[in-house]
């Protein structure tokens, strides 16, 4: 740097050099403030599966593979209740949000502050999904007290003398292509001339 450049740093009150050095710090100050935001978020959700624990240990052991709770850090964190819902914090960082997403979009379940607002929701969800899943599997499994009834043995009929059947109409187009092919190639060895229409 000359004493022209200092001259100029000097009457505009700052140098590039500083104004980098400053620039560098606010960033890291940011990103120091994103990282702790996010810890504080893992931090709450993580308080929020501990009061989930009671609910999940009540969930019969048949059904628990319907549920895939977890804590996902990330850029946002997030707290899966299974492969479709999952909580997550607002932007204030202090609202729990229910989301469930769905194939119109994300719908949002519950919203609250308090975590045991939300807990309830969970608990709700879950009973719904274990009705709707013990529905679908009576629905799917026959009743035992009827029995299924075989189906009718209806014994197909004989096809006609006059009337040859499936196969044997494939077998004479199969016999008639072939000698078509044949009468082709020995009228065109003996040098007929054969135009195709």
Same mark, same amino acid.
């Given at each position: 740097?000359?004493?022209?450049?200092?001259t100029r740093g000097d009457?505009?009150?700052?140098?590039?050099? /500083?104004?980098l050095r400053s620039a560098r710090q606010e960033a890291a100050e940011r990103s120091g403030v994103i990282v702790e935001l996010r810890d504080a978020s893992?931090?709450?959700?993580?308080?929020?599966n501990e009061l989930l624990d009671p609910i999940f240990a009540e969930v019969p052991p048949e059904h628990a593979d319907l549920f895939d709770r977890g804590l996902m850090p990330g850029e946002t964190p997030r707290l899966f209740v299974d492969m479709v819902a999952h909580i997550a914090l607002g932007r204030d960082r202090r609202t729990y949000r229910f989301l469930q997403?769905?194939?119109?979009?994300?719908?949002?379940?519950?919203?609250?502050?308090?975590?045991?607002?939300?807990?309830?929701?969970v608990t709700r969800y879950v009973a719904r999904r274990l009705v709707a899943? /013990?529905?679908?599997?009576?629905?799917?499994?026959?009743?035992?007290?009827?029995a299924p009834?075989?189906? *009718?043995?209806? *014994?197909?009929?004989?096809?006609? *003398?006059? /009337?040859?059947?499936?196969?044997?109409?494939?077998?004479?187009?199969?016999?008639g292509l072939?000698?078509?092919?044949?009468?082709?190639?020995?009228?065109?060895?003996?040098?007929?001339?054969?135009?195709l229409r």
């Open positions: 740097m000359d004493d022209a450049d200092r009457a505009t009150g700052l140098s590039l050099r /500083e104004a893992l931090a709450r959700l993580s308080m929020l997403d769905t194939r119109a979009g994300r719908r949002v379940l519950a919203e609250s502050a308090d975590p045991r607002d939300i807990a309830e929701a899943r /013990e529905q679908a599997l009576v629905a799917s499994s026959a009743p035992d007290d009827i009834r075989p189906a *009718p043995h209806h *014994p197909a009929p004989a096809p006609s *003398p006059a /009337e040859p059947a499936r196969g044997g109409r494939f077998g004479v187009f199969v016999l072939i000698l078509g092919a044949i009468a082709f190639a020995a009228a065109t060895a003996l040098g007929v001339n054969v135009t």
